[in-house]
């Protein structure tokens, strides 16, 4: 089973945006638009949001990925957790004087921009809550974050699979938590990249049913 989220344009995707739960509540609307792409939150949102996702079926692992838009001036102390019901991962460690491009919210401090999270959680459960946790030292009209692209597939675990996740971006991630090998390739047993199955975006292996994201 696969669900998606947050991959649609326009009106479409402001009636996915309803679906959220957003704590604080935004003044105006769940959703902004960023360097033409249109986010859950985005400028002026740090706090919490959350859905709940049905109708998994039989399944014994989460594999999901998203993307997280990380904008204006953070520091090694902001983090953002990533939880599926009671597992969570963080975002952290970020440094916002080594980033150079603003794509987008407060003109006068620079973005981290698009990174993409993808990763795998035991689960079994046919229904689980993905929630992010905002924990920024500024306001939001200075440190705030958006995500859009979810995707979430049920299925059967591998032999050693375990709770885990990374991150991926132009620059500017941690060695803590930034993936070992490049969007579109997966890390074989022996700790070589290689390029996933033409069907797949992103992959934790090498067949058409390795795919975190399928290819557009």
Not at 113 to 132: A, D, F, P, R, Y
Not at 147 to 173: H, P, Q, W, Y
């Amino acid at each position: 089973e696969i669900k998606t989220d947050l991959n649609k344009k326009a009106n479409p995707f402001k009636g996915q945006t309803n679906q959220w739960d957003l704590s604080p509540s935004p003044a105006t609307q769940k959703h902004t638009l960023c360097n033409g792409n249109q986010l859950l939150g985005g400028y002026e949102f740090g706090g919490t949001m959350s859905k709940q996702f049905t109708g998994l079926g039989s399944h014994s692992i989460l594999y999901f990925s998203f993307s997280l838009y990380i904008l204006d001036g953070w520091n090694a102390a902001d983090n953002i957790g990533i939880k599926f019901d009671t597992t969570q991962f963080d975002v952290n460690g970020l440094d916002s004087s080594e980033w150079t491009q603003n794509i987008c919210g407060n003109e006068t401090r620079n973005d981290l921009g698009e990174v993409k999270i993808i990763g795998q959680v035991l689960h079994t459960n046919n229904k689980v809550t993905m929630s992010l946790i905002g924990s920024l030292s500024s306001l939001p009209a200075e440190q705030s974050y958006g995500i859009r692209n979810i995707f979430i597939k049920a299925a059967a675990m591998e032999t050693g699979d375990v709770n885990k996740f990374c991150a991926l971006a132009n620059s500017g991630i941690p060695d803590a938590i930034k993936c070992p090998c490049p969007y579109g390739q997966y890390q074989d047993g022996n700790g070589v990249c290689q390029p996933c199955d033409s069907s797949c975006s992103a992959c934790y292996g090498p067949t058409s049913s390795h795919c975190y994201e399928c290819a557009p």
